[in-house]
């Protein structure tokens, strides 16, 4: 009670009133916006036209369903209400493209127009903030930080915040109980590594998925690793959903900058690098690995000649023990679905333990490293990417069993995990704020 | 009261945001992850467990499943054998199975009684679900081939109010916005996460539509899928358990007074009764004023606070009246005043009520009662109404036709 009361103490400690965000037109702006908005702040939307920021204003309205909102939000383009709007913003919201050039540029044009005292985030997804603040002004630099929301924050409030070398420590503690209590965040703080906490772990398994395609074909490995296994979205279906040319950015930024135990499972595959450059981009693109039209059969890809073949020709193998984990999961018998799990036998099952395996094994790995406990893991694979939570796949397993897949699979045992096993821990995970059910989904 | 006191030791309630539908399952995992949650929460060894009620209104129709008493043995294998029932009150179904499992502890039968109230709504889509809703009305006369007939009898309460003492949309908005703003308190809460405001709850259109009369989707509770969970124990139960973790037996909150009454089904019936008096619906006065007079209370003034019926707007607008925070007809002026905010005089549904925390029929009492005993036991957080020593609720089924209160205080 005491910490909740000081924390909310923090959030009101500083009046957000005025908040400027820029790439309003794109769709984590504008949604992110309506946040801001939602809270109470006078809030400008701008873009590279009036017209654009006007879209993404009504993007804002259609994103919290009432046009009131919409009340809140003026527009503006760059070239005309930039150096007013962000010299009058207490905070400035930059949600320009993914890519450190564009947002260098756009970063130049905040601190030449800044108040010293404001604050400005960004939503990059994996970007270094310290580097993005280098060649900034001091103050910049001291008033900088990642605040990064996933897609679409409306619905997923997991809300990763990273602070770059330079910033005020007393910044990151504010915007922390201002995101918590204003904005309805559950907030994770990580450290300022390549792709942070949340993308760093879930793109190791997405593009692993992505790997095993080749061999196995995309529905094979859906079916597999499907929504059973701990996820609101089978593991491919999310890459379409994602952009393939989004996950080859934050693949290829971790795969340059970071080396550790797992981090071939970053490598992306050539086909589809090739297919990138051929347009093939995912959902947006109109295909992917799936290709979905209205009244027509789903469509897969077939990897080798690049073609799309009807889901019906395609042969998928039976999975018993996944209809057995299934209905243990729709009745809320999540241990025993998970023993279904650790014992079942066959190549399919030796797959999928081999991914939840690696899944468990590279995320505990990181403790430490991307966040400083376990909770912020779990917290940010929970609740920004709706899968199970590697520790609540422990404590569903067990210590025992799930330390005998690692092993079984040549993956590395997590410190964590050993300690939990020499000291007999029997209760791995507790936390009430997340709902741990939700997680064991009942659906192949 | 009679002299058994029937202590409430705690429970708990999923997640009300979530759609177990989406999620591919059988309502069974919602009572299991109460149940377990429950008792995960209260410490409790589920072999002292003597008895289960189950509160649900329409399982036979969402889910195709009636015999609901019997999932609770599902649950957990050392319940094979357990005596349990289901207990059904449309939207009042929790409270009834609260006050058969009190009953029982009050008659010295057992000493721990468990009590589950819980619904599946998502089963079904809304034009569907709001056709099941109608069989808590009379359905042949007062629901059948109507659109969404509840929104309907309750603006019809609305119409009654403003034919008796004049009723302004205004009031009806505030109340609306304040139980939004409390449910982003509530980390339970269906609506935590969505948009409110006062420009939003005022406006009527395209974003905000009638959907029966002067009711307007923000006038509304929401569709649900929820189970809640707490357990009941005698006087020496609840020594024991007290004394084993620790804490004073008067600390743990207890039923200090209850009242029940059943009126006449048809909405139009209970207001051609209810003509030239007060009160609009004089048998939900009864029920408050009989858990007054059994809790040995004088009057609303000895409450902290209160989780109700906020079905719709206009039924959280009776309750402010009936449990005599103002006098009849003027509830406004609770309104007006911010009293029944957290902070304010009386503060109605901290926990966002039925029209932000989330409404799943079956398990509404129960959810009432539970924050009833983290408001007394200081363990609501963020939404925790300071200093808060006894609370009520007012559950209703039908269109005030079933209604239950508990005053629970330490």
Not at chain 1, 125 to 147: C, P, Q, V, Y
């Given at each position: 009670?005491a ?5 909310r ?18 769709t ?27 879209q993404?204003?009504?993007g ?9 909102l919409t ?11 930039l ?5 009058q913003?207490?905070l400035i919201f930059e949600a320009?493209a ?12 905040i ?9 400005v ?5 994996g970007?270094?903030?310290t580097?993005?603040?280098k060649?900034?002004?001091?103050s910049?630099?001291?008033?900088f ?6 897609n679409p924050?409306?619905?997923i409030?997991g ?6 070398q330079?910033t005020d420590p ?10 918590t209590?204003k904005?309805g ?7 300022n590594t ?10 190791k398994?997405?593009?692993e998925v992505c ?7 995309p529905?094979?490995?859906?079916k597999v690793v ?32 970071v ?17 990138i450059?051929?347009?093939?981009l995912?959902?947006?693109s109109?295909k ?20 799309y ?12 023990f996944a209809?057995?984990i299934?209905?243990l ?8 679905a998970m023993?279904?799990?650790t014992?079942?036998?066959?190549k399919?099952?030796?797959?999928a333990?081999k991914v ?5 094994s ?7 490293e ?5 909770i ?21 397993i ?30 791995f ?13 009942a659906?192949? | 009261?009679s002299k058994n006191?029937v202590?409430?030791l705690?429970?708990?309630?999923t ?12 309502f069974?995992a919602?009572?299991r ?5 429950a008792?995960h929460?209260?410490?409790l060894d589920?072999q ?10 329409a399982a ?11 999932f609770?043995?599902e649950?957990d294998?050392v ?7 289901r207990h059904?009150a ?14 029982e502890i ?10 589950c ?28 081939g ?14 009654e109010y403003?034919?008796r ?6 009031h009806?908005?505030?109340?609306s ?8 308190l509530?980390p339970?809460a ?6 409110m405001?006062?420009?939003?709850a ?7 539509p ?17 189970a ?6 005698s006087?020496?139960y ?5 004394r084993?973790r ?12 209850w009242?029940h ?7 139009a019936?209970?207001?051609?009764q ?15 004023t009989?858990?007054f007079?059994?809790a ?9 606070g209160?989780?109700?019926h906020?079905?719709?707007?206009t039924?959280e ?6 449990f005599?925070?103002t006098?009849?007809?003027e509830?406004y002026?609770?309104?007006e ?18 029209i932000?925390?989330g ?9 009432q ?6 408001q007394v036991?200081?363990t609501?957080?963020d939404?925790q ?6 609370f ?10 079933t ?5 629970v205080?330490?």
């Amino acid at each position: 009670m005491a910490d909740v009361r000081a924390s909310r103490q923090l959030a009101e400690s500083r009046p957000i009133k005025k908040v400027v965000v820029l790439g309003a037109n794109g769709t984590m702006g504008y949604q992110s916006g309506a946040l801001f908005a939602a809270a109470g702040a006078q809030t400008t939307f701008l873009a590279r036209t009036r017209d654009k920021a006007r879209q993404g204003r009504d993007g804002a309205g259609r994103a919290v369903r009432s046009s009131a909102l919409t009340k809140l939000i003026d527009v503006g383009c760059y070239s005309e209400d930039l150096p007013q709007a962000v010299a009058q913003a207490d905070l400035i919201f930059e949600a320009v493209a993914e890519n450190f050039e564009i947002k260098h540029e756009m970063l130049e044009l905040i601190d030449r127009h800044r108040r010293p005292d404001s604050i400005v985030a960004t939503v990059s997804s994996g970007l270094s903030i310290t580097d993005l603040a280098k060649s900034r002004s001091e103050s910049f630099a001291r008033n900088f930080l990642g605040l990064h929301f996933f897609n679409p924050p409306q619905v997923i409030v997991g809300t990763e915040l990273i602070a770059g070398q330079a910033t005020d420590p007393a910044l990151v503690d504010f915007i922390d109980a201002y995101s918590t209590h204003k904005l309805g965040r559950l907030m994770v703080r990580t450290a300022n590594t390549p792709g942070f906490a949340g993308n760093r772990i879930g793109f190791k398994v997405l593009n692993e998925v992505c790997q095993l395609a080749e061999e196995y074909g995309p529905l094979v490995i859906d079916k597999v690793v499907g929504r059973y296994t701990g996820r609101a979205l089978a593991p491919l279906a999310t890459v379409d959903l994602v952009g393939w040319d989004v996950h080859q950015a934050i693949c290829d930024n971790i795969y340059d900058k970071v080396k550790d135990e797992a981090i071939e499972t970053y490598r992306m595959p050539d086909y589809m690098r090739r297919l990138i450059a051929a347009g093939t981009l995912g959902t947006k693109s109109g295909k992917g690995f799936f290709m979905r039209n209205k009244g027509e059969p789903l469509r897969v890809l077939d990897i080798k000649s690049g073609e799309y073949k009807d889901a019906r020709s395609i042969e998928v193998p039976k999975l018993p023990f996944a209809e057995q984990i299934i209905f243990l999961n729709s009745i809320g018998a999540y241990k025993r679905a998970m023993e279904v799990f650790t014992t079942a036998e066959g190549k399919w099952a030796n797959l999928a333990r081999k991914v939840i395996g690696g899944y468990i094994s590279y995320a505990l790995c990181r403790v430490g490293e991307v966040t400083e406990s376990v909770i912020g893991v779990d917290s940010i694979m929970a609740a920004g990417f709706n899968w199970a939570p590697p520790s609540a796949l422990v404590e569903a397993i067990g210590v025992k069993s799930t330390v005998k897949i690692l092993e079984d699979n040549k993956l590395t045992v997590p410190p964590l995990l050993e300690r939990a096993l020499k000291n007999g821990t029997e209760r791995f995970f507790d936390e009430p704020r997340l709902s741990l059910g939700k997680y064991f989904v009942a659906k192949s | 009261m009679s002299k058994n006191r029937v202590y409430i030791l705690g429970g708990y309630q999923t997640d009300f945001a979530r759609n177990w539908t989406k999620e591919g399952k059988h309502f069974l995992a919602m009572m299991r992850e109460s149940v377990r949650g429950a008792l995960h929460a209260c410490a409790l060894d589920p072999q002292d467990i003597e008895a289960a009620h189950v509160g649900n209104f329409a399982a036979e129709l969402y889910c195709k499943q009636g015999h609901l008493g019997a999932f609770f043995v599902e649950v957990d294998p050392v319940f094979r054998g357990l005596p349990t029932s289901r207990h059904e009150a449309a939207c009042a179904s929790g409270s009834i199975a609260l006050l058969a499992g009190s009953a029982e502890i009050e008659a010295g039968r057992y000493d721990l009684v468990a009590v589950c109230g819980i619904e599946a709504m998502k089963t079904v889509g809304s034009k569907e679900g709001g056709d099941y809703l109608g069989t808590a009305a009379w359905y042949e006369l007062e629901a059948r081939g109507v659109d969404f007939p509840f929104p309907k009898l309750f603006g019809q309460l609305g119409d009654e109010y403003d034919k008796r003492y004049g009723l302004k949309a205004e009031h009806l908005d505030a109340i609306s916005v304040v139980n939004y703003a409390n449910a982003k308190l509530n980390p339970y809460a269906q609506t935590r996460t969505w948009y409110m405001s006062k420009d939003h709850a005022c406006a009527k259109g395209d974003d905000n539509p009638a959907v029966g009369g002067r009711i307007h989707l923000t006038d509304c509770s929401q569709v649900t899928d929820g189970a809640a969970t707490v357990f009941l124990a005698s006087e020496r139960y609840a020594t024991a358990y007290a004394r084993t973790r620790g804490i004073k037996l008067s600390s743990l909150p207890y039923i200090k007074g209850w009242g029940h009454s059943t009126a006449s089904i048809r909405f139009a019936d209970k207001i051609e009764q209810s003509k030239g008096q007060e009160y609009v619906l004089p048998t939900v006065r009864k029920t408050i004023t009989d858990a007054f007079r059994r809790a040995k209370m004088n009057d609303v003034t000895e409450l902290s606070g209160i989780e109700t019926h906020d079905c719709f707007t206009t039924s959280e607008y009776m309750a402010i009246d009936h449990f005599g925070i103002t006098k009849p007809g003027e509830s406004y002026k609770a309104i007006e005043e911010g009293w029944i905010e957290i902070g304010g005089k009386m503060p109605i549904n901290p926990s966002g009520g039925l029209i932000g925390a989330g409404h799943p029929v079956g398990a509404t009492g129960v959810r009432q009662v539970l924050d009833c005993f983290k408001q007394v036991t200081g363990t609501a957080g963020d939404y925790q109404v300071e200093g808060a020593r006894n609370f009520a609720t007012l559950n209703i089924g039908g269109s005030g036709t079933t209604s239950v209160t508990f005053i629970v205080g330490t």
